[in-house]
Structure formats: structure tokens, C-alpha cells
């Protein structure tokens, strides 16, 4: 039972994991259009793990925290 869990656990983190990490790699690579998809499914993915107590509530919300600040630094940062 608890081993179970623990595969679906994992699995729930792994997928907020690879999401947040996809969102800052577009970030990174500058692709304003598709960051907002990325967004919102990232947003999905944390909320999830929150909402199943595979993280907890505060850390939930710092990581949309940074991410949200992470895209508003690239939106807004200047072109050199």
C-alpha cells in the first residue's frame, strides 16, 4: 500500500518537476508565445501535488512565486 503510494506520489512530482522546468527553459530560450501554455500547465502540476500533499501548501506557492517572477524578468527585461 505504501509503496503504492509512494510510485504515485513520485509520479506527481515528477511531473510538477518537469513542468516548472520546461516553463524556465522557454523562459530562458526567450519563446514568449509558448511560455504561457507552459504556464498554466505548470501552475496545474503544482497545484496537484499540493492538493494531494505531495508538497506542501507555502511551498506550492512560492514555487508559482518564482516561476511568475522568473517570466515577468524575461517579459520585461530590455533588449541589449
Not at 508565445?33 to 492538493?51: N, P, Q
Request: aromatic content about 2%; hydrophobic content about 50%.
Amino acid at each position: 500500500s505504501s509503496l503504492r503510494k509512494r510510485v504515485f506520489n513520485r509520479r506527481r512530482k515528477d511531473a510538477m518537476r518537469a513542468a516548472v522546468k520546461g516553463v524556465r527553459a522557454l523562459v530562458a530560450a526567450g519563446k514568449k508565445a509558448e511560455v504561457a501554455a507552459s504556464v498554466s500547465a505548470a501552475y496545474s502540476a503544482i497545484d496537484k501535488a499540493a492538493k494531494r500533499g505531495v508538497i506542501k501548501k507555502n511551498t506550492a506557492s512560492r514555487k508559482k512565486a518564482r516561476l511568475m517572477a522568473a517570466l515577468h524578468r524575461a517579459v520585461l527585461k530590455p533588449k541589449a
